[in-house]
């Protein structure tokens, strides 16, 4: 059976979204060969939502203070591109990687499927 997913990030600087992950968000990692580094990710959970428009995939990283989040990662130099705002869902924010995309960063208000 499925025992786990593959999330892949495709990057205009992938060099310095690895420093990223690796150096700001300090997450472990396994390097696959010739500096591919594929990090160990928190609980996650997958949502399905419908579109009007063209598909597409977002990502975005959990927290349980967002607020909190974003000041320790403002001090550690990530550019936020959206403040936090109030989804109705939970709390928002946007975060600029290195190589120009963004993720987002939130603390939901859900009950969280990681918690299962």
Known sequence: ???????????????????????VLEYPHVDAGGGWLIF?????????????GPESHELYLMCDDVERTVRELGSKGVE????????????????????GGEVGLYEPRHERATEL
């Open 40 to 52: 160990k990710l928190p609980p996650s959970e997958v949502a399905v939502h419908p579109t009007p």
């Open 1 to 23: 059976m499925i025992n786990g997913a593959h999330l892949i990030i495709y990057s205009n600087d992938a060099a310095a979204d690895r420093a990223f992950f690796r150096d």
């Open 80 to 99: 936020f591109t959206q403040e936090v705002t109030d989804a109705g869902w939970g709390l928002l924010a946007r975060l600029r990687l290195p190589g």
